[in-house]
């Protein structure tokens, strides 16, 4: 997608040839920074403190991350302590575990000499895989958005509705929830999307503003408790959101408040779409009640970052001194609230989920 116009990526290979470069998405959207990780602690460090965050691109730093460990020791013991240190970074994003056992399985069987090598070919696949998958989810929400287009009752745009960031910035390039969208706007259907500011890290109004401003794409930031307002007046005809983990059975795990926007969109008819890669989907888990759920730090619901007339970026503090926080960083929206998943092989209803994906299937 573009920054000022240019084609870019959020990870790609620096100048050197074998260290990583990744946009710190803990500066945006004030400042465009690039920060280099040369070592596997690095690696885990940009995944924990989110200058990389989203499902997917969690996956890919990963798996550049395997990389830069096993250039620094192919052994097995290497191998297995990276594999350690990075999965533990965030505990809910399947995609992660998902990158690291491809990582794993590619690199096991090859001799030292060669994991290196292997290592960064493999991390390259991963990544060019996520950068398909999402441009074919973009393809098949297209025509989704098409349809509702042609169904509108009143002139004017498509109002979408999106929640938190599952845009390119979440993932390698295209994004998830928002591959519709750009493919949508390039197409020239009209269109314009509700931004969630999407508390406490504010990713909606942080990235995904920033992403679509850059792009060229209408769009407004909105509160988060705005949403179902918004649907009661007619102003949202469909959400789509992305994830960051999908049971067997289309339970879905988003960022904290997903839940309520569906809800909201189920009272007042109108479709709920998840969008998502195939790594996403954890078909070891039955349904929701059984995904782990991320308790960040307090401090993020306590402070809030912003810059100053001067430019200067600082953290300040927005609640009652003394007072705890609590911040559960996702929560499980039940299939049954789910209109469609989207994912790079189609569009299917969540209990169905298994048909696209008949390999799946256990004996």
């Given at each position: 997608?573009?920054?000022?116009?240019?084609?870019?990526?959020?990870?790609?290979?620096?100048?050197?040839?074998?260290?990583?470069?990744?946009?710190?998405?803990?500066?945006?959207?004030?400042?465009?920074?690039?920060?280099?990780?040369?070592?596997?602690?690095?690696?885990?460090?940009?995944?924990?403190?989110?200058q990389?965050?989203?499902a997917?691109?969690?996956?890919?730093?990963?798996?550049?991350?395997?990389?830069l460990?096993?250039?620094?020791?192919?052994?097995?013991?290497?191998m297995?302590?990276?594999?350690?240190?990075l999965?533990?970074?965030?505990?809910?994003?399947?995609?992660?575990?998902?990158?690291?056992?491809?990582?794993?399985?590619?690199?096991?069987?090859?001799a030292?000499?060669?994991?290196?090598?292997v290592?960064?070919?493999?991390?390259?696949?991963?990544?060019?895989?996520?950068?398909?998958?999402?441009?074919?989810?973009?393809?098949?929400?297209?025509?989704?958005?098409?349809?509702?287009?042609?169904?509108?009752?009143?002139?004017?745009?498509?109002?979408?509705?999106?929640?938190?960031?599952?845009?390119?910035?979440a993932?390698?390039?295209?994004?998830?929830?928002?591959?519709?969208?750009?493919a949508a706007?390039?197409?020239?259907?009209?269109?314009?999307?509700?931004?969630?500011?999407?508390?406490?890290?504010?990713?909606?109004?942080?990235?995904?503003?920033?992403?679509?401003?850059?792009?060229?794409?209408?769009?407004?930031?909105?509160?988060d408790?705005?949403?179902g307002?918004?649907?009661?007046?007619?102003?949202?005809?469909?959400?789509?959101?992305?994830a960051?983990?999908?049971t067997?059975?289309?339970?879905?795990?988003?960022?904290?408040?997903?839940?309520?926007?569906?809800l909201?969109?189920?009272?007042?008819?109108?479709?709920?779409?998840?969008a998502?890669?195939?790594?996403?989907?954890d078909?070891?888990?039955?349904?929701?009640?059984?995904?782990?759920?991320?308790?960040?730090?307090?401090?993020?619901?306590?402070?809030?970052?912003?810059?100053?007339p001067?430019?200067?970026?600082?953290?300040?503090?927005?609640?009652?001194?003394?007072?705890?926080?609590?911040?559960?960083?996702?929560?499980?929206?039940p299939?049954?609230?789910?209109?469609?998943?989207?994912?790079?092989?189609?569009?299917?209803?969540?209990?169905h989920?298994?048909?696209?994906?008949?390999?799946?299937?256990?004996?």
């Open positions: 997608m573009n920054i000022n116009g240019k084609p870019t990526r959020t990870i790609w290979l620096a100048d050197d040839g074998w260290s990583v470069a990744v946009i710190d998405q803990t500066r945006l959207p004030y400042v465009f920074e690039v920060a280099y990780l040369r070592t596997v602690a690095d690696a885990a460090r940009a995944i924990k403190t989110m990389v965050r989203g997917p691109l969690i996956g890919v730093t990963a798996a550049y991350g395997m990389a460990a096993m250039r620094s020791d192919p052994t097995d013991v290497a297995r302590a990276a594999v350690d240190l999965a533990a970074q965030r505990p809910t994003a399947v995609n992660l575990r998902w990158a690291l056992e491809q990582m794993r399985d590619a690199l096991i069987s090859v030292l000499k060669d994991r290196g090598v290592a960064y070919a493999e991390a390259a696949e991963i990544a060019e895989a996520d950068v398909e998958n999402c441009r074919r989810i973009g393809r098949h929400g297209l025509e989704i958005l098409r349809q509702l287009a042609a169904q509108k009752s009143k002139s004017g745009p498509l109002h979408i509705l999106t929640h938190c960031n599952a845009g390119w910035l993932c390698v390039d295209w994004g998830t929830a928002t591959s519709p969208i750009y706007y390039d197409a020239g259907l009209d269109l314009h999307v509700w931004v969630d500011e999407t508390r406490p890290r504010n990713q909606g109004a942080a990235l995904t503003a920033f992403e679509l401003g850059h792009h060229g794409v209408p769009h407004t930031i909105i509160v408790n705005a949403g307002h918004l649907m009661q007046q007619g102003e949202v005809d469909v959400c789509i959101v992305g960051d983990r999908v067997a059975n289309g339970d879905v795990c988003n960022k904290i408040g997903t839940y309520l926007k569906a909201a969109a189920r009272d007042n008819s109108v479709p709920f779409y998840v998502l890669p195939h790594s996403t989907i078909w070891t888990l039955a349904d929701g009640r059984l995904i782990v759920i991320e308790e960040r730090s307090p401090s993020e619901v306590l402070a809030m970052s912003g810059r100053l001067d430019g200067a970026i600082v953290s300040v503090d927005i609640a009652a001194p003394g007072s705890l926080a609590a911040n559960p960083a996702f929560d499980v929206t299939a049954r609230l789910v209109t469609g998943i989207i994912t790079e092989r189609g569009v299917t209803e969540p209990h989920l298994l048909e696209l994906y008949p390999e799946r299937a256990r004996p």
